[in-house]
């Protein structure tokens, strides 16, 4: 199979037609820009991600079409955390030298269907080869819902605590297929006041500690037995002698929501929970500073379990 050559005319040819379209977009690939329409008086949302092979990917364990998949669905799990719907993407890639053509769409197709399933247009992009690694950066632009994005600051003390899915142990492949909660986020905009909401993408007590921090110092309390273990928290804790509680709290890439309301809306949550949306209540918003857990006795201890940080990790590099 014949190596990309930089400027290959080809390459986006390959991809332009089949690349998903939507009716915001007024210009797609193959113009210097592309051009958009949003909705009058929308806040534009716009995220930005990059994966970098060797730092949020290796070659030996993931597909070109799961890095394609994964470098959109992070974008999108970013829109999905401001209740926002997503409308356009553009993708910058820096392929190896020796990367085909093949190669190269089979990314792009990785990609592509996640855009489709969601209603986003992949509207341009850059295209590089050098003699590194792969890298690909994704820009999704989104608009607010007519309640407005839903940002990390708005927690107050007495809210409910929720996630939207079990947690813990992606490593073990989960991280490369993440279905972002787009959908899950707009239902629950619809129903209730969300007052801070994140993505699950450094671990709970990490990106927890986020929306404690924004909201002006507040703390929270875990009740640990409310805490959904996946599965796969339990295989890794089996392999590595740690809590499978511990793996729920501190591993990246759960890519679920977490989100405070109010406790009235809360209890209007459980009782009806939107279609399709899994929610599970796992502690309460505190005046008092710092994350604690609640162990099924009562007891009350800090918890010692941080989030991944990237920046943590010596030598290679890191994501803010
Ligand atoms: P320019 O030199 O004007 O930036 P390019 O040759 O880089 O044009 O790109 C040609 C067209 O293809 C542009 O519309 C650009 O947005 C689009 N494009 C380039 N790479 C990609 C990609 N990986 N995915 C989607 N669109 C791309
Ligand atoms: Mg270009």
Redesign the pocket.
Known sequence: MAEIRL?EFD??ER??AG?ASNDRVLI???????ALRFRAGAEVLVTTDMLMEGRHFLRDRATLPEIGYKALAVNLSDIAAMAGQPIAA????ALPKGETLDG?VG??NGMNALAKRFGVA??????NAWDGPLIISITVMGESTGRGPVRRSGAKPGDALFVTGPLGGSLLGRHLRPLPRIEEALALHREVDLHAMIDLSDGLAGDLGHILAESGGLGAILNADAIPIHPDAHRVAKQDGTSPLDHALGDGEDFELCFTVSPADADRLLASPPPGVSLYRIGSIEAEPGIRLRDPDGRVAPCSVGGFDHLAQPKSGGNL
């Open positions: 400027g390459l986006i991809i332009r690349s797609g690939i193959g113009d210097d820009c592309a553009v993708v910058a890639v190269f990314l792009h992949l509207v341009g992009g850059d295209t």
